[in-house]
C-alpha cells in the first residue's frame, strides 16, 4: 500500500499536481511511513523522471517549474519532520549562480533537494561575485560551497572563484553544475564535485563530506 | 536621418499569446493549453502595470565596408565588425539601428516575483519577452514604412551577440542612439540593463527589380 502511494506521489509530481502532492504526503505521513522514505521514494524519482523528460527534450521548462512547486509542496510539509530527524545536520552547503548570470531554476531545485536530504543550505542568489561566495563561506562555516552557471560567457568564472577560495585558504570543497558545465570542465577548473541533476547533487555532496 | 523616439502607454501595447507559448516552448496542441491561457492571463496585468515602454531608431547611410577587416563603417562614426553583420549589410545603403527598454521598474518585479514563485517568475518573464516583440513590431513598421518609400527593403533584424556578430559592438550600436535619454546602459559584459532591452539593426537594401 506504501508503495502504490509513492508511486502515486512520484507521479503528481511529474505531473506537477500540487494538491494531489500534498494529501499524499499527508496520507503517507498517516500511513506511518517516515519523511525521508517519502522524500527518497516517492519525490526524488518524481523529479529525476522530470529531469530526464526534460534533457530530452519531452517536457520544457514550464513543466519543470509545475513540477518543482509540487514538489515544494509536499516538502513544505516534509521539511520539519526532516529537520527533527536529521539533527544534527549534515553539513553546511552555501551556493549561488555566478557573476553575470541570472538563471536560478536548476540551482533553485538542487536547492530544494539539498534541504531535504538534511543540508543547510545559504542561498546566495544570482549574479553572485567572489567576494560574496567567500564572505558566506567564512561567515556560514560552509563545508561546500556550490556554483551555478547556465552561460558559457560566465561559466568561466567559477575557476575565479574556486581560486580565491584556494588563495584565502578557505578548507571547503566545491561543487559546480549547470546545462553546460562537463565533467571535464568541472575538473579542469579544479572543483571538487560536478553532478548533472539535483539528486545526484545530492548524492555528490554527501559523498564529499564522507556521510 | 534624426534619431526618432517613440513612446508608448503600457495599455496600447497588444500581447501575443502565440507568441508566449512560443517563448515558452509549449506547443499551440498542448493537452494543458487551455491552462497554460489561463495561467499566463493571470501573470498578465501585473507585468503590464509595470511597463515603461520606450524606444529609439535612427537610419544612418552605410559609408563603406573593408573586406579585409570584414567591417562595415556606418555614418562616419560607428563600426560594426563580424563576418556575420558584414554578410548581413552586403547590398546595403541604409542599416536602421534600434533600441528598446521595458524599463527598470519592470526588472525588480521580475525578480521579487521569481523569488515568490519561480514558476509566475518565468510566465512573467516570457510575457514580458512578448511585449518586447510587441514594440519591435511597431519600430518595424516604421523602418519599413521609410523604406518602402524609398524602393528599398529590409533585411532580417540581427543584434550583436547573434552567431557572426560580437557582443562588444554593442558598444559602436549606442554611439549611434541617444541611450542616456532611454536610461539604458551596458554592463563589463555588454548586457543590457534594465534586461528588458532589445537592441540591433536593419539593412536597408534597394528592391529587386
Ligand atoms: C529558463 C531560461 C532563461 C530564463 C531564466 C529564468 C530563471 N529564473 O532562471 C530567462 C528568460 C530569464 C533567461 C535569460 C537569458 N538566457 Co536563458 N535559458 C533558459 C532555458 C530555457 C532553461 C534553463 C533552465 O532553467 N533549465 C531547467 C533546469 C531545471 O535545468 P538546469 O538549469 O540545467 O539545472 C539542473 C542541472 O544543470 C543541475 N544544476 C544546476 N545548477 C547546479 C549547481 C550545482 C552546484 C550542481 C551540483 C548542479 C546544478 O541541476 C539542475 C536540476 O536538475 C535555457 C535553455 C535550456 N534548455 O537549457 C536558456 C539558456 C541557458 N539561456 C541562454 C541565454 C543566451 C540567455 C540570455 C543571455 C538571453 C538574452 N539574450 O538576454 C539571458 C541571460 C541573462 C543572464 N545574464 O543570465 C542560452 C545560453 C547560451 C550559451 N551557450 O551560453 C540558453 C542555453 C538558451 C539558448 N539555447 O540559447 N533564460
Not at chain 1, 578548507?171 to 579542469?188: D, L, Y
Request: aromatic share 6%.
Amino acid at each position: 500500500m506504501h508503495k502504490e502511494l509513492l508511486q502515486q506521489l512520484a507521479q503528481a509530481v511529474i505531473d506537477g499536481n500540487k494538491d494531489q502532492a500534498e494529501t499524499l504526503t499527508n496520507q503517507l505521513l498517516d500511513a506511518g511511513l517516515e519523511a525521508k522514505a517519502i522524500l527518497d521514494n516517492g519525490l526524488m524519482p518524481g523529479m529525476d523522471v522530470v529531469g530526464q523528460r526534460f534533457r530530452d527534450n519531452l517536457i520544457f521548462v514550464p513543466e519543470v517549474l509545475i513540477a518543482a512547486r509540487a514538489m515544494k509542496a509536499s516538502l513544505a510539509i516534509l521539511e520539519p519532520l526532516l529537520a527533527a530527524s536529521n539533527a544534527p545536520q549534515v553539513g553546511t552547503v552555501v551556493i549561488g549562480t555566478v557573476k553575470g548570470d541570472i538563471h536560478d531554476i536548476g540551482k533553485n531545485i538542487v536547492i530544494m533537494m539539498l534541504r531535504g536530504a538534511g543540508f543547510r543550505v545559504v542561498d546566495l542568489g544570482i549574479d553572485t561575485p567572489a567576494e560574496k561566495f567567500l564572505q558566506a563561506a567564512r561567515e556560514e562555516n560552509a563545508d561546500i560551497v556550490g556554483m551555478s552557471a547556465l552561460l558559457t560567457t560566465t561559466m568561466g568564472y567559477m575557476k575565479t572563484v574556486i581560486e580565491r577560495l584556494k588563495a584565502e585558504g578557505l578548507r571547503v570543497k566545491t561543487m559546480v553544475g549547470g546545462a553546460p558545465i562537463s565533467p571535464a570542465f568541472a575538473e579542469q577548473i579544479g572543483a571538487d564535485g560536478y553532478a548533472k541533476n539535483a539528486a545526484e547533487a545530492v548524492d555528490k555532496a554527501k559523498a564529499l563530506l564522507g556521510v | 536621418m534624426p534619431l526618432v523616439e517613440l513612446r508608448f502607454s503600457a495599455n496600447e501595447l497588444e500581447l501575443d499569446l502565440a507568441q508566449v507559448f512560443k517563448l515558452l516552448k509549449l506547443p499551440r496542441q498542448h493537452p494543458q493549453a487551455e491552462e497554460w491561457r489561463q495561467r499566463i492571463a493571470a501573470v498578465e496585468p501585473r507585468v503590464r502595470e509595470r511597463l515603461e515602454p520606450k524606444a529609439q531608431y535612427r537610419i544612418v547611410p552605410i559609408e563603406a565596408r573593408l573586406p579585409e577587416r570584414q567591417t562595415v563603417v556606418l555614418a562616419g562614426e560607428a563600426r560594426f565588425t563580424g563576418r556575420g553583420v558584414y554578410r548581413r549589410l552586403a547590398g546595403c545603403r541604409h542599416a536602421a539601428a534600434f533600441l528598446l527598454t521595458l524599463g527598470h521598474r519592470l526588472d525588480s518585479s521580475l525578480r521579487q516575483c521569481n523569488q515568490d514563485d519561480p514558476l509566475d517568475g518565468y510566465l512573467s518573464d516570457c510575457v514580458a519577452a512578448a511585449f518586447t516583440h510587441s514594440v519591435l513590431r511597431r519600430i518595424e513598421r516604421e523602418v519599413r514604412q521609410w523604406a518602402e518609400a524609398r524602393r528599398l527593403q529590409l533585411t532580417p533584424r540581427y543584434s550583436p551577440g547573434y552567431h557572426g556578430w560580437p557582443l562588444q559592438d554593442q558598444r559602436p550600436l549606442f554611439s549611434l542612439l541617444q541611450t542616456e535619454t532611454m536610461n539604458v546602459k551596458l554592463n563589463d559584459q555588454f548586457f543590457m540593463i534594465p534586461q528588458k532591452s532589445v537592441s540591433g539593426i536593419w539593412g536597408l537594401k534597394p528592391e529587386k527589380a
